[in-house]
């Protein structure tokens, strides 16, 4: 097993495990590589310390997904309350934590168009613990207002029992604020400084005084990451498995 220092995805990886502490049932959509392996590792690590079992969902995985229609089931699912924890991304996110999925520029004549929102509202508004994650952290992607609200962060007059919960991306994890409808930044990962973040970010956002460093994964993460969880990872992401590998090596 290596012993090499901690890589810049293996600490996303084991910041999501911290997010998702506590949950019972977590879901990963597809192509979310870095999410299905925090969840596994909360998993792992769980069974480890003799916690609570971890239900994690994969869609797209015949290992870890014990449903049969996809999507259909994930939302039925999500309806019925049984979905603690999800993932979002955006090609945009703002400020507010709205997530845009459809495209850049005044819509419907988007000069940029994306795959679409699919389903993205729905689990916005009604899983409690929504985790917005992008390994991008530009201008380019946390913009002051999205172009288009795939699904908003903050609803007036409706309830919802769902919403988001951190903002985690390659520099820097964000907490967001419900009642002010404002991230704050938690911390900065290895690296990364304040000044880093803040000339990165298009939208404004509070911030500590002194911001810590993301805490790095200990010996026996970073045991469970480097071995059970890149052995499950490869069912349903070789190719990423291998760059984790690599990246260990380099």
């Given at each position: 097993m290596s012993t090499a220092p901690a890589t810049s995805r293996e600490i996303l990886i084991a910041t999501i495990a911290d997010l998702l502490d506590g949950v019972r049932t977590v879901a990963v959509g597809a192509s979310s590589p870095i999410p299905a392996a925090g969840a596994m590792l909360l998993r792992a690590r769980n069974e480890r310390r003799g916690r609570d079992p971890v239900?994690?969902?994969v869609l797209g995985s015949r290992q870890h997904n014990f449903f049969t229609n996809g999507s259909f089931e994930l939302f039925d699912a999500?309806?019925?309350g049984r979905i603690d924890a999800f993932f979002l991304g955006g090609g945009q996110i703002d400020g507010q934590a709205n997530i845009n999925l459809v495209g850049t520029g005044d819509y419907p004549a988007s000069s940029v168009r994306w795959p679409g929102s699919f389903g993205s509202a729905f689990m916005y508004y009604l899983v409690p613990r929504v985790i917005l994650f992008r390994e991008e952290h530009s201008p380019r992607v946390l913009v002051d207002k999205v172009d288009f609200v795939s699904a908003p962060g903050a609803s007036e007059g409706i309830y919802r029992s769902g919403g988001p919960y951190a903002l985690l991306t390659g520099l820097a994890l964000f907490d967001f604020?419900?009642?002010?409808?404002r991230f704050c930044l938690?911390?900065?990962h290895r690296g990364s400084s304040a000044q880093d973040i803040r000339a990165a970010t298009g939208f404004d956002y509070d911030a500590p005084a002194r911001v810590p460093v993301?805490?790095?994964p200990d010996a026996e993460?970073?045991?469970l990451l480097r071995g059970r969880v890149t052995d499950e990872?490869?069912?349903?992401y070789p190719q990423f498995a291998e760059t984790l590998v690599a990246d260990r090596a380099a």
């Open positions: 239900r994690v969902i999500t309806a019925q604020d419900k009642s002010r409808k938690r911390s900065a993301t805490p790095e993460t970073l045991a990872l490869a069912e349903c």
